[in-house]
DNA sequence: GTCTAATTAATAAGGATTTTCCAATTGTAT
DNA sequence: ATACAATTGGAAAATCCTTATTAATTAGAC
């Protein structure tokens, strides 16, 4: 899995670098769509000196060589995510979590939107909104 | 149409203000989902002394009364929008412009999230990309 | 018409993310 | 191994949307 940022990197002409590689681990390994500042935090005990500019310089160029896409769930910051499927996403408006949708069905939808637009489309973005289950137990009580 | 917010707003208790009905009304009467800044712009030759701040307030105060949902289609300002309804959006990824995608049945795509997410849900924004009619000809060439 | 609290206007300040800068370092082609 | 161009790191700075401040004005109740 490595090995594909590696090529695609060298291939666009860019350089392959340990801070590189360690950003793009990251995404790949979570599913908590993580923003820059909690890249840049979880690489602090491997990459001390890890730069918060180099993990905005590199999203960059990982969403340029298609690994990764960038979301944004309506929050001040941007978070990126190694899964460049399309698939909806869910935001708890208590803790702010993002989760993956999967396994839903969506092509009729998007179908009939492509139909009936003029715009030639190309991506979307689904994002829903509401109470993940943990805050949905500590808001009961 | 003026009735109905003149009358939310004194019902909530808010005072009724020609700033309050002169942006309520150029939401109203437009389809272009305009941020703060651009309900500014409009309203200069109009109201030449009205201040950016009364735009964020009352926005703020016509969402809280439902009289207008606030889009946020990935980019850094929030855009607003009279029609409460749900529907999906399009925005231009050349020049900006956000449409509305109307007459779209997505209610089996949300039933299918619901049924299948443990979050309890509270809504969603569905963002198209693409290029809107005119661009694709300025583009062209 | 008076009164009072809410609202406005204008500007300053805030807030947070993202970008820029540049010297030092490093990847990579030869 | 060498050389060159790309990249990094660290901090400063830009960006820019949004909120706070404050004196003056105004809506609405009586």
């Not at 060589?65 to 698939?87: C, K, P, W």
């Amino acid at each position: 899995m490595d090995k594909e940022v590696t090529n695609l990197l060298r291939e666009k002409g860019f350089k392959v670098t340990p801070q590189r590689l360690a950003i793009y681990k990251i995404l790949a390994a979570t599913k908590s769509h993580p923003s820059a500042e909690m890249i840049f935090n979880e690489l602090q005990p491997s990459y001390p000196t890890m730069s918060l500019a180099t993990v905005y310089k590199t999203v960059d160029i990982l969403r340029e060589i298609g690994m990764i896409q960038v979301l944004n769930a309506g929050e001040d910051s941007f978070r990126y995510d190694a899964d460049t499927s399309d698939h909806p996403h869910v935001r708890c408006l208590e803790c702010g979590r993002v989760d993956d949708l999967n396994n839903i069905e969506f092509s009729g939808f998007v179908n009939e939107v492509a139909s009936k637009t003029s715009y030639r489309l190309t991506g979307q973005q689904f994002y829903f909104y509401g109470i993940c289950p943990e805050c949905q137990k500590s808001t009961a009580n």
